[in-house]
């Protein structure tokens, strides 16, 4: 017997600590019963006569054991207990206020606990036991981030609408998805969103395919990869579903037969499909040929544009920060009128672009302005180059200096005067500037009129007001 102990009885008035962080965090979203388990567990660790092991708790709150060992892995999720052993089950407690201090092992172990946390809510009440392991794994091997392994779940939760009441299963078939996305290269959250948006197409295509062969039921994984491809072909999805008018003509209907058609179709409006999604990596737009820019893409080369040009233009476009293709259609029809079709004389117009760009910045930066010019003007200042040498250009950028707002209109302006006025030298435009600026009288023709002379002594034109005068004065 211990020299010293604690009266069975004292537990009653005691106080157990907890800390408020606790509250705030777990009471908005715990369930009822995990809590009442942790916290009369937090009891007994200053007084462990009151719980032996998970069958005096369960006596005590009037809980099944069931809900005490699945109360306790919960918080171990969480990170606030640790499993010792398992025969008996036992426990370590780990304050809230001491998980900074816990040792590198137990950082490592829990270093999933706000992941599994997330987790445990997207399956509702139904509690994760080993099967946690498989998204974890995600992390861990595959490399994803914890925020992109949580939205596969997601995913498949709610867009394949996988079971939560089967979570060991639901987790299992989104391994092989996991697996398939990190092969094309998935890590991040806005991988694993792009992808699902993707896989969505497919899914409803697929469907669609389905219920036009008359089935009910479910697309297989290979029925939806199918429907990928399709879509990577730049079928839109309504194309896919009209095409499968032509199966009839099979005995049986199917995904096989209406890949062979679409495959031939495919090749019959090819226009330089690999090369077209060349040009619209260029552009900065989706990689994913439609019909429509194949029709177009192979228009262009009828015109007679080298593919190396459509490239290009579409580069010059993405330097711009303009990635639609209607832009590269409106930059391809200016160059046909210039006549660079090919690649060549395209590279040299760029090249010269390049360099009236960087001369007119450098004398924009005379005027104050250090904006880069637009496409038209660059335009006006070549034509600026073929009228005035470069000293008066400069000269005007300088005088121009305090318009930096609109320092091209300024130039523009001083230009077109000294044009007007024969000014062609710095001489003769400074000499206009330190000119006195005399008040321009404005010369009405109106007042240009003959005058009338007047006969005799011209005072019939005078009245005499006095004669006028009332009575009253």
């Given at each position: 017997?211990?020299?010293?102990?604690?009266?069975?009885?004292?537990?009653?008035?005691?106080?157990?600590?907890?800390?408020?962080?606790?509250?705030?965090?777990?009471?908005?979203?715990?369930?009822?019963?995990?809590?009442?388990?942790?916290?009369?567990?937090?009891?007994?660790?200053?007084?462990?006569?009151?719980?032996?092991?998970?069958?005096?708790?369960?006596?005590?709150?009037?809980?099944?054991?069931?809900?005490?060992?699945?109360?306790?892995?919960?918080?171990?999720?969480?990170?606030?207990?640790?499993?010792?052993?398992?025969?008996?089950?036992?426990?370590?407690?780990?304050?809230?206020?001491?998980?900074?201090?816990?040792?590198?092992?137990?950082?490592?172990?829990?270093?999933?606990?706000?992941?599994?946390?997330?987790?445990?809510?997207?399956?509702?009440?139904?509690?994760?036991?080993?099967?946690?392991?498989?998204?974890?794994?995600?992390?861990?091997?595959?490399?994803?981030?914890?925020?992109?392994?949580?939205?596969?779940?997601?995913?498949?939760?709610?867009?394949?609408?996988?079971?939560?009441?089967?979570?060991?299963?639901?987790?299992?078939?989104?391994?092989?998805?996991?697996?398939?996305?990190?092969?094309?290269?998935?890590?991040?959250?806005?991988?694993?969103?792009?992808?699902?948006?993707?896989?969505?197409?497919?899914?409803?295509?697929?469907?669609?395919?389905?219920?036009?062969?008359?089935?009910?039921?479910?697309?297989?994984?290979?029925?939806?990869?199918?429907?990928?491809?399709?879509?990577?072909?730049?079928?839109?999805?309504?194309?896919?579903?009209?095409?499968?008018?032509?199966?009839?003509?099979?005995?049986?209907?199917?995904?096989?037969?209406?890949?062979s058609v679409l495959a031939g179709r495919r090749k019959e409006t090819?226009?330089?499909?690999?090369?077209?999604?060349?040009?619209?990596?260029?552009?900065?737009?989706?990689?994913?040929?439609?019909?429509?820019?194949?029709?177009?893409?192979?228009?262009?080369?009828?015109?007679?544009?080298?593919?190396?040009?459509?490239?290009?233009?579409?580069?010059?476009?993405?330097?711009?920060?303009?990635?639609?293709?209607?832009?590269?259609?409106?930059?391809?029809?200016?160059?046909?009128?210039?006549?660079?079709?090919?690649?060549?004389?395209?590279?040299?117009?760029?090249?010269?672009?390049?360099?009236?760009?960087?001369?007119?910045?450098?004398?924009?930066?005379?005027?104050?302005?250090?904006?880069?010019?637009?496409?038209?003007?660059?335009?006006?200042?070549?034509?600026?180059?073929?009228?005035?040498?470069?000293?008066?250009?400069?000269?005007?950028?300088?005088?121009?200096?305090?318009?930096?707002?609109?320092?091209?209109?300024?130039?523009?302006?001083?230009?077109?005067?000294?044009?007007?006025?024969?000014?062609?030298?710095?001489?003769?435009?400074r000499a206009r500037k330190d000119r006195p600026q005399a008040a321009?009288?404005?010369?009405?023709?109106?007042l240009h009129y003959q005058q009338r002379a007047i006969e005799g002594?011209?005072?019939?034109?005078?009245?005499?007001?006095?004669?006028?005068?009332?009575?009253?004065?």
């Amino acid at each position: 017997m211990a020299f010293l102990s604690v009266d069975q009885g004292s537990a009653m008035y005691d106080a157990t600590p907890v800390e408020n962080m606790f509250l705030l965090e777990y009471l908005p979203s715990a369930q009822d019963d995990y809590l009442r388990v942790y916290l009369y567990a937090r009891m007994a660790v200053a007084h462990p006569e009151l719980a032996g092991g998970v069958a005096d708790i369960a006596r005590a709150l009037r809980l099944t054991e069931e809900t005490v060992e699945d109360a306790m892995r919960f918080w171990e999720r969480e990170g606030l207990v640790k499993r010792l052993s398992d025969r008996p089950p036992t426990y370590a407690l780990f304050p809230m206020r001491a998980a900074g201090r816990a040792s590198e092992m137990d950082r490592q172990y829990y270093q999933f606990r706000d992941f599994n946390a997330a987790l445990q809510r997207l399956f509702g009440e139904v509690i994760l036991h080993g099967e946690i392991s498989i998204p974890q794994d995600w992390v861990n091997v595959f490399g994803y981030s914890p925020e992109a392994a949580l939205k596969i779940v997601e995913y498949g939760l709610n867009g394949l609408h996988y079971s939560r009441k089967a979570p060991r299963a639901t987790l299992r078939r989104l391994d092989g998805l996991a697996r398939e996305w990190s092969e094309r290269g998935a890590r991040t959250l806005e991988d694993v969103e792009r992808l699902s948006a993707e896989k969505n197409g497919e899914l409803a295509v697929a469907e669609a395919v389905v219920k036009r062969f008359g089935q009910r039921r479910r697309p297989t994984e290979d029925e939806l990869n199918l429907a990928r491809k399709w879509l990577g072909w730049g079928f839109s999805p309504q194309e896919i579903v009209d095409s499968c008018a032509t199966t009839t003509k099979a005995q049986t209907p199917s995904f096989g037969y209406l890949d062979s058609v679409l495959a031939g179709r495919r090749k019959e409006t090819d226009g330089g499909f690999e090369a077209l999604k060349a040009v619209l990596r260029e552009l900065g737009a989706p990689v994913r040929p439609t019909p429509e820019t194949q029709r177009k893409y192979a228009e262009f080369l009828q015109r007679g544009f080298d593919a190396r040009t459509v490239e290009i233009a579409a580069a010059s476009l993405n330097a711009e920060n303009r990635h639609r293709f209607e832009s590269l259609e409106d930059r391809l029809a200016q160059w046909q009128e210039k006549g660079l079709l090919r690649a060549d004389a395209a590279e040299a117009y760029l090249q010269r672009r390049r360099a009236l760009k960087e001369e007119m910045m450098e004398l924009l930066r005379h005027a104050g302005s250090d904006r880069a010019p637009g496409e038209a003007e660059i335009d006006l200042y070549e034509g600026w180059k073929a009228r005035f040498s470069a000293q008066m250009l400069r000269l005007a950028a300088e005088m121009a200096r305090g318009s930096a707002a609109a320092a091209v209109g300024a130039i523009d302006k001083l230009l077109s005067q000294w044009e007007q006025e024969g000014v062609s030298t710095p001489e003769q435009a400074r000499a206009r500037k330190d000119r006195p600026q005399a008040a321009k009288r404005f010369d009405n023709p109106a007042l240009h009129y003959q005058q009338r002379a007047i006969e005799g002594d011209g005072d019939e034109m005078f009245t005499d007001l006095s004669q006028y005068r009332g009575d009253g004065v």
